[in-house]
C-alpha cells in the first residue's frame, strides 16, 4: 500500500473523536507499516499521537489490526505515558515549590488540562508548563525557580521577554521548561484578552486520580485556545480537541459570557471559526447560538471562506504557507484599523524584535528587508488573493454562497 495521507487523515480525525468512530474494517489499514509510518508523522505533526493512541487502545482492534501492528502503535503510546508522568511530576514539584510562598498561579495549556479534561495524561501532549502570575507575583515566581533549579537564558533574554512579550522563559537542566505569565499576547497584539480576568474567574478543576488544580474558567480557557489559534493561524488539530473536551466536560457553559468577553477582546472571529472547526471535525456540541452572534462581517466570513480553513488546517497549508497563513491573520482580525496596520508592517519591513532570541541567545540587530523583499511578500499576498477570487466562482456553484461556513453547519 503506497503511503495514503487522505486516508491517515481520515483515520486520525474519527479517533480524536469523544466517542471513536472508525468505520469498520477501515483500521485493517494500519496493518501496511507505510501507512502506519504516515500516521504517525501526521498525528505527531498535530499533536494527537496520545490522543488517538488511547482511542485505540479502548476500541476492540483485535480483529482488525494484526499483532505486529498492536505492538507497533503500542510502544509510543507506551513511552508518551512515560514522559507525560515526569512531565506531570516535574508540574506538581513547581507547584508545591511556589506554594510555600503563598504563589498558586493559574496553570495554562496543555500542563492543566493533561490531567482535568482528558482521560489520559498521555493524550494531551505538552513541551512546558505555563503558569499565569499575579503581576506582583512574576518576579518573585521568577527567583524561587531560580533557587529550585531552573536557568534563564541570559540577562538580555530576561530583558527582551520583559520588553516585548508575556512571559519568562526558564529551563531546567534535565530538559523541562517552565514559562512565567504576566499575560496572554505579546504587546503588540490586536487582542486583548485581561489576565486579571482570568485569575478573577479561575476555578479548582478536580484531576484524574484525585487532587485539584487551578485553571481558567471553561469560558477563559477556550477563549485562550482562540488566542493561540490566531497568533499561530491553526497549525494542528490538537486545540480543537482541546475544546472539544472542554465544551463537552462543562455542559452549563455561559455561552453568552464568553461572546461577550470574545467581542471586548477582539477575539470574535478566532472564536467562531475556533468551535466551527471543531464541530466539523470532531463533532463539538457548539451552542448554534454562540456560532450566530460570533459570525464575523459578511465580508470577512465570505474571505476566510475562500481560504477553505478547515481542510487547510488539516494540510497544515496556514503554517506551511507564509502568504496563506498571512492571508488567515489578516481577515481574523478585529477591525480594519488592526489591518491597515498589518500592511503597513508588511510595506515597512518592521521585524520582530525577539527574532535574535528565538534564533539564538545572542542579541544582535535585526536588519529590516530590503524594500524588493517587502515588496514580494505583499506580492504574494496579493497574488494569492486574486487566485482564491479566480477560483471562488466554481467552488461556490457546488457549496453555495455561503461557502465553508455553510458547508460546516450542514455536516456538524
Not at 468512530?21 to 502506519?36: E, I, K, M, V, Y
Not at 492543566?112 to 512546558?128: H, K, M, V
Amino acid at each position: 500500500m503506497r503511503r495514503d495521507p487522505t486516508l491517515a487523515l481520515q483515520l486520525m480525525v474519527r479517533l480524536c473523536r469523544f466517542e471513536p468512530s472508525p468505520l469498520r474494517g477501515s483500521l485493517a489499514a494500519l496493518n501496511d507499516l507505510r501507512l502506519r509510518e504516515t500516521y504517525a508523522e501526521l498525528a505527531m505533526r498535530h499533536g494527537v499521537l496520545g490522543v488517538t493512541l488511547a482511542a485505540l487502545e479502548r476500541i476492540d482492534v483485535e480483529d482488525e489490526l494484526s499483532s505486529e501492528a498492536l505492538e507497533d502503535l503500542s510502544e509510543p503510546l507506551r513511552l508518551l505515558r512515560r514522559r507525560a508522568s515526569l512531565w506531570v511530576l516535574e508540574r506538581d514539584r513547581v507547584l508545591a515549590v511556589l506554594e510555600r510562598y503563598d504563589i498558586q498561579p493559574v496553570v495554562l495549556k496543555g500542563a492543566g488540562l493533561c490531567t482535568t479534561y482528558y482521560q489520559d495524561a498521555a493524550e494531551r501532549q505538552f513541551g512546558d508548563i505555563d503558569l499565569l502570575f499575579q503581576p506582583t507575583e512574576v518576579e518573585t515566581a521568577t527567583a524561587v525557580l531560580l533557587e529550585s533549579g531552573y536557568r534563564a537564558k541570559s540577562e538580555e533574554a530576561t530583558k527582551g521577554y520583559r520588553d516585548h512579550h508575556f512571559h519568562y522563559r526558564l529551563i531546567h537542566p534535565q530538559g523541562f521548561v517552565v514559562e512565567n505569565h504576566w499575560a496572554l499576547q505579546r504587546p503588540d497584539s490586536p487582542y486583548r484578552l485581561d489576565p486579571i480576568h482570568f485569575h478573577r474567574t479561575a476555578q479548582r478543576v478536580s484531576e484524574i486520580g484525585g487532587g485539584t488544580l487551578r485553571l481558567p474558567s471553561p469560558e477563559m480557557l477556550l477563549l485562550h485556545v482562540a488566542s493561540q489559534n490566531a497568533d499561530d493561524v491553526f497549525p494542528r488539530i490538537a486545540r480543537l480537541i482541546d475544546v472539544d473536551r472542554v465544551v463537552r466536560e462543562r455542559s452549563q457553559l455561559e455561552w453568552d459570557s464568553l461572546v461577550e468577553t470574545a467581542i471586548r477582546s477582539g477575539l470574535q472571529s478566532p472564536l467562531w471559526l475556533t468551535l466551527l472547526s471543531a464541530r466539523r471535525l470532531v463533532g463539538s456540541p457548539v451552542s448554534n447560538a454562540a456560532l450566530a452572534e460570533l459570525r464575523p462581517s459578511r465580508t470577512a466570513e465570505f474571505h476566510i471562506a475562500l481560504l477553505d480553513p478547515v481542510r487547510s488546517l488539516l494540510k497544515r497549508r496556514f503554517v506551511t504557507s507564509w502568504a496563506t497563513g498571512s492571508l488567515l491573520r489578516y481577515w481574523l482580525r478585529p477591525d480594519r484599523r488592526s489591518r491597515r496596520k498589518m500592511i503597513l508592517d508588511i510595506c515597512r519591513g518592521a521585524t520582530d524584535p525577539l527574532a535574535w532570541l528565538w534564533h539564538g541567545d545572542q542579541k544582535r540587530e535585526v536588519p529590516r528587508p530590503s524594500l524588493l523583499v517587502r515588496l514580494r511578500a505583499l506580492g504574494k499576498m496579493l497574488g494569492l488573493q486574486a487566485l482564491l477570487y479566480l477560483v471562488a466562482p466554481v467552488r461556490f456553484l457546488v457549496a453555495g454562497v455561503r461557502g465553508v461556513d455553510r458547508d460546516l453547519d450542514r455536516k456538524g
